[in-house]
């Protein structure tokens, strides 16, 4: 799964979120680029003006605007980046065009309104099979406190194993604060 995950956002990256970002790149201290975290760790999106709380132990990866994380063991996977609101339906298209590319019989259920911490935005559940495992994904967009910007976030993983990361997953999106 962990070679599948890797692909999956390397290709969604590319497609979707190349150009659409913000004119403020680096998204937090540079210090912790990349590495595991041994503790909840907030990071700051700069480019959004959010911040996000990241569960003890899960690893976090900034590449420019796309910030990755994922638990220890790769089964549960998150993508945070900014889109400016004028492209957010070409990067909507592109995201679904990369993932109907790496997911098979890939299905979405309805869009839902959501509100996290006071920023609004929308939620959209989606299942289908990578080589064969069955997935679950969410891909949720959400205003930010930057004018014209909305952030994107695309959270994946294996059914089998998200009811063991769902707590984690919980903690991940109610502790997306505005800055």
Same mark, same amino acid.
Do not use: Y
């Given at each position: 799964?962990?070679?599948? !995950?890797?692909?999956?956002?390397?290709?969604?990256?590319?497609? @979707?979120? @190349?150009?659409?970002?913000?004119?403020?790149?680096?998204?937090?201290?540079?210090?912790?680029?990349?590495?595991?975290?041994?503790?909840?760790?907030?990071?700051?999106?700069?480019?959004?003006?959010?911040?996000?709380?990241?569960?003890?132990?899960?690893?976090?990866?900034?590449?420019?605007? +796309? !910030?990755? +994380?994922?638990?220890?063991?790769?089964?549960?996977?998150?993508?945070?980046?900014?889109?400016?609101?004028?492209?957010?339906?070409? @990067?909507?298209?592109?995201?679904?065009?990369?993932?109907?590319?790496?997911?098979?019989? !890939?299905?979405?259920?309805?869009?839902?309104?959501?509100?996290?911490?006071?920023?609004?935005?929308?939620?959209?559940?989606?299942?289908?099979?990578?080589?064969? +495992?069955?997935?679950? !994904?969410?891909?949720?967009?959400?205003?930010?406190?930057?004018?014209?910007? @909305?952030?994107?976030?695309?959270?994946?993983?294996?059914?089998?194993?998200?009811?063991?990361?769902?707590?984690?997953?919980?903690?991940?999106?109610?502790?997306?604060?505005?800055?």
């Amino acid at each position: 799964m962990r070679k599948l !995950l890797a692909s999956l956002f390397i290709g969604v990256g590319i497609v @979707a979120f @190349a150009g659409c970002g913000s004119s403020n790149p680096g998204a937090h201290d540079p210090t912790h680029e990349g590495k595991g975290t041994s503790s909840a760790e907030r990071i700051e999106h700069k480019g959004a003006r959010v911040a996000i709380t990241v569960p003890k132990g899960w690893k976090t990866k900034q590449d420019g605007e +796309v !910030l990755t +994380v994922m638990d220890q063991n790769e089964d549960v996977a998150a993508a945070f980046t900014v889109v400016e609101e004028s492209a957010l339906g070409q @990067a909507s298209q592109n995201v679904g065009k990369s993932l109907g590319e790496k997911i098979q019989n !890939l299905k979405f259920g309805k869009e839902e309104k959501i509100d996290i911490n006071g920023m609004k935005g929308i939620a959209i559940d989606g299942d289908g099979q990578m080589s064969g +495992v069955d997935v679950d !994904l969410m891909v949720v967009v959400l205003d930010t406190p930057v004018e014209g910007k @909305a952030m994107m976030i695309l959270a994946i993983a294996e059914d089998a194993k998200l009811a063991r990361h769902k707590d984690e997953l919980k903690f991940l999106f109610s502790n997306i604060t505005p800055l």
